[in-house]
């Protein structure tokens, strides 16, 4: 073969394997594109929330829902900040709406408001931000981009009434709360029946302190009821309910052998009860906030967001039940407890959601 020829072979052999070459470059560049794509649609998903006034540690509501969008942030591999998970707290009610156009403007998917008085709020900014989610806590607002999530308070504060009709020598209750609104009614409501279910001739006493971030009223309120000889409170008043602990507590530290107990709300609160080796806190009515902000939050992911819609959880759903009282309470008054929580699951009592 003449050089000229054997020059010109190799030329075509080097070309086609140039273009095959080239071919599969390309086609390796699609491959990683759809294979980046598809890793990239798993993680554009972000969520975030406005506390109300309570604050995020507040061992109670918003602290819950924090605690429930962490975990969704974890379980999905997400970090904290822009495309991830956040928060913005709110220190008064002035900044609802200031808080969730900024959490908007963050472009994140889906936005919680934690509590009833942020409705007016997100109402008005779903309206105008059509293109976000919204979900809210405790509260209900018709619009077509807005999940409404309420509980059934007023079965897991049934549970509460029960063990503390069962729990108290002075046979006198106290129930303190924080804003008179239905949320909080629910809870009163649900915790006088579970009382009169086992001693109807107690009236509990009820005081409200009108706010939700007053730690001082709520001492105050707890202290008047612990000197009339009331021995178990239950509160349902957020930040201010802390106020209803530090009383008990320096009662149990000034008399070790005071018998006062505080029933907490939302959160497992007994940490907030140590006194020594003490502790006030009988139970807690867990409220499982957490627990419904990863059900929406991961229905939103999953392109099933239940927008326009209302979701409730009760006994049935997990969403609300007593937590592990350490001891505090006796197994035969938890298995009459246990007794009363079946039947309410089952249907059998219906628990009131007003007061009389």
Known sequence: MSKRKYGLALSLVLAAGTILGACGTDKDKEKDNNTSSSGGNQSEFSVAMVTDVGGVDDKSFNQSAWEGIQQFGKDNEMTKGDGGFDYLQSKDESDYTSNLNALTRRDFNLVFGVGFLMEDAIDTIASQQTETNYAIIDGVVDQPNVASILFKEQEGAFLAGVAAALMTKSDKIGFVGGMEIPVIERFQAGFEAGVAAVKPDIKVDVQYTGAFDKAELGK???????????????????????????????????????????????????????????????????????????????LAKEGKFPGGETKVYGLHDDGVTLADSRGAIPEDVLKQVDDYAKKIADGEIEVPEFTK
Not at 231 to 244: L, Q, R
Not at 248 to 271: C, L, M, T
């Open 220 to 298: 105050a309120a707890a202290g008047r009821m612990y000197s009339s000889g009331v021995d178990i409170i239950f509160h349902a008043a957020g930040g201010s309910g802390n106020g209803v602990f530090t009383e008990a507590k320096e009662r149990k530290k000034a008399d070790k052998d005071a018998y006062v107990w505080v029933i907490g709300v939302d959160s497992d609160q007994y940490e907030e009860g140590k006194v020594g080796d003490d502790n006030v806190t009988l139970t807690s009515m867990l409220k499982r906030v957490d627990v419904a902000v990863q059900d929406i939050s991961n």
